[in-house]
């Protein structure tokens, strides 16, 4: 299956500085591009386990002896390391957001630019789709996932626009939800205010966030003592929570001090963050809003 170019490939990958035999975890494995990257950088006795929801990924597995490929959420990380007989791993990697195949296959409805029935689960066996979110939602819900995900100043007017218009049919396509919400889309800001409902949208449907926040969580408890942390952000509410988590170990606040002033947090950033060249993105123009972060265990 044709999946695109992977963002900042050798970055990523440089971030977490492989070891021949160490054993490394690419929780989205997509198309597999950063995964290919790790094993090239890996001796033969290395291991790279990697994590995917999206049957659609399952048809890129690589045929490698040091590859394993878990068709799950990452927020299972933990538990399917385990089951697979590993306590510790040396480096782990992601490339969050929604992969470039997702973006062009028309009918999973990721994408503004298509007409498609209103779905964008990530997993596709989940029971519950953008459908559920537009049409039964209370209008003070829909208001919420629009102003914290989409971070939309008109929130309160669409949710309360959607919930007069499906009183009189369900709305059940892209199209007739971009009809829906015409008022609020002027032309000269359609598509940047359309990425923002769809991004709110996903992310609640995929539940994107809290995902975020269990994955990293388990992150210091498998990442071995110097283990990296090496992961790509696609907007704002992602790389906060991953910046104040590779900073302060925590989502909120700041970590308590001993009595001699000093604070202890299970990682450690490595450099600055990393963006892509013009270059980059003039080839993948997925990448124009990626943002690199690297950290190791302490």
Do not use: W
Request: proline share 3%; charged share 30%.
């Amino acid at each position: 299956m044709e999946y695109h170019n992977p963002v900042l490939l050798h970055e990523t990958v440089d971030g977490l500085a492989i070891k021949p035999d160490g054993v490394y975890v690419d929780v989205t494995f997509g198309g597999g591009g950063h995964s290919r990257e790790i094993l090239r950088r890996l001796g033969e006795n290395g291991k790279l386990i990697a994590f995917d929801q999206d049957k659609d990924a399952l048809e890129n597995a690589l045929d490698d002896p040091r590859f394993l490929l878990v068709n799950e959420n990452f927020r299972f990380l933990k538990r399917f390391l385990r089951f697979h007989g590993y306590k510790e791993v040396d480096g782990i990697l992601g490339d969050f957001g929604v992969s470039s195949h997702q973006f062009d296959v028309a009918e999973r409805g990721f994408s503004t630019r298509f007409e498609a029935d209103l779905d964008m689960r990530m997993n596709q066996d989940s029971p519950f789709s953008a459908y559920d979110v537009i049409n039964k939602y209370e209008e003070s819900q829909l208001r919420d996932v629009f102003f914290k995900y989409g971070e939309l100043r008109a929130a309160a007017g669409m949710a309360r626009i959607i919930c007069e218009n499906r009183k009189e049919t369900r709305i059940t396509s892209s199209d007739q939800l971009k009809s829906a919400l015409g008022r609020f889309l002027p032309k000269h800001r359609e598509n940047k205010i359309l990425a923002q409902i769809y991004q709110a949208i996903r992310i609640e449907v995929n539940q994107e966030l809290d995902v975020l926040k269990e994955f990293l969580e388990q992150t210091v408890d498998v990442l071995k003592v110097d283990g990296r942390l090496s992961l790509i952000s696609y907007h704002s509410l992602e790389d906060r929570l991953v910046k104040r988590f590779m900073r302060n170990g925590m989502f909120e606040g700041e970590p308590e001090k001993d009595v001699f002033g000093r604070v202890e947090v299970p990682l450690k950033p490595v450099g600055k963050f990393i963006i892509p060249t013009p270059e980059e993105i003039k080839i993948n123009n997925r990448a124009r809003s990626a943002k690199l972060r690297v950290a190791k265990k302490l």
